[in-house]
């Protein structure tokens, strides 16, 4: 595996690239992380179904759970799904950006079925990481990328997680430090008409409904385990190896604490190991901070993380809803 080391704020970047064997790569069905502003995508090219095929070894990853296809604008999008007039205004609305559309899958898609995993719909995503985009216009590929990480472990947000995981399968990393969100991105699906919340995420309920003009059905906590919307949303995901407990009231010496804000539970100073995710209270910051800080409390050996209350709207839906999903029976 090559690590490659990009700076974005250097205007000839995108030459580096180009110059390098990455796109290549992708062409080659070969498999290589690249950074979004949510995660880290573990990529290859969607219209290949072998190069689709080594994505699910990697992970681990069941066969039936679908990947998202990241492509370069609305355009490129509209090639492989059907857009109807709430999908358009998500998509001019939120794109570049966290949102992911499932919407029904062209005839005339080249997208393979091992990426749908034979479903008739499709999950797109224009990211507002320039890497992702870059790389699919310049191979011409939608590019397949579930989150760099082993099936149903913590999703990574720097490079380094994803070597600590995956770097046995990357013929590539690019490592253009550590993603600005932090959790993956929203999903609605526009199937039959009504926008459904699948999956909270980067984009907030809150704008969503502001751009839709209704409120969105579509609860992910009342998902069934056994038969998700959303085939990823088993309940058990991203999990630590120590055991999650949420809403806690208080710390105790033997567990870690994961904290938020600035109000402190009683006992906190006492904690095994503490992260606040946030200081000041802020939910992208908490957002962006919450995988490192699963894996940095994990990393201290503790057998309990410890979670403080943190309230549920805007971003905080979605970090909720990770936290759920780590702390649930595995
Ligand atoms: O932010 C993100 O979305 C990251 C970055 C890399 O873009 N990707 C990501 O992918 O989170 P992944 O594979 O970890 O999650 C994709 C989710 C899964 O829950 C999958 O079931 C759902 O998208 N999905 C994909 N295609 C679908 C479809 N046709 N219908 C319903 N759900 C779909
Ligand atoms: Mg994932």
Redesign the pocket.
């Known amino acids: 595996m090559q690590r490659w080391t990009l700076d974005l704020n250097r205007p000839d970047w995108r030459n580096a690239l180009e110059a390098s064997a990455v796109c290549s790569a992708i062409t080659n069905g070969e498999l290589v992380a690249v950074p ?1 502003e ?4 573990l990529t290859a090219d969607a219209t290949n179904g072998e190069a689709c095929a080594k994505i699910f070894a990697a992970k681990g990853r069941p066969q039936f ?4 296809s ?1 492509v370069a604008s609305l355009a490129d999008a509209q090639r492989h799904g059907e857009f109807d007039s709430p999908a358009l205004d998500l998509a001019k609305a939120f794109w570049p950006g ?1 949102l ?1 559309l ?1 919407v029904p899958k062209k005839k005339t898609s080249t997208i393979s079925d091992l990426a ?2 034979g ?1 008739s ?3 797109l ?1 224009v ?1 507002e990481g320039p890497v992702m985009r870059f790389l699919s216009e310049k191979t011409g590929c939608p590019l397949a ?4 990480n082993r099936s149903g472990k913590i ?1 990574p947000t720097r490079a380094d997680d994803v070597i600590a995981d995956l770097e046995p399968c990357l013929s590539f990393i690019i490592d253009a430090g550590p993603c600005s969100i932090g959790i ?2 929203t ?1 609605v ?1 526009l199937t039959d008409g009504t926008p459904r919340l ?2 909270p ?2 984009t907030t309920r809150e704008d969503l409904q502001g751009v839709l003009g209704s409120s969105l059905q579509g609860a992910p906590t009342n998902v069934q385990p056994d038969a ?6 088993l309940l058990s995901h991203y999990a630590p190896n120590a055991k999650m407990s949420l809403n806690a009231c208080e710390a105790v010496p033997s567990d870690a604490l994961l904290s938020f804000g600035p109000d402190r539970v009683p006992g906190a100073d006492q904690a095994y190991a503490e992260f606040n995710l946030s200081p000041r209270g802020d939910f992208a910051e908490a957002a962006a901070n919450l995988f490192r800080g699963m894996r940095t409390l994990d990393a201290s050996g503790t057998n309990t993380i410890r979670v403080q209350f943190i309230p549920s709207f805007g971003l905080g839906e979605a970090i909720n809803d990770r936290l759920q999903r780590a702390a649930a029976p595995r």
């Open positions: 979004t949510t995660v880290y995508g759970n679908p990947l998202i990241h966290p992911t499932v749908t995993a479903l719909t499709v999950a995503r990211p990328a579930p989150s760099a999703s993956e991105s999903i699906g699948l999956r995420g980067g998700p919307e959303a085939p990823g949303m």
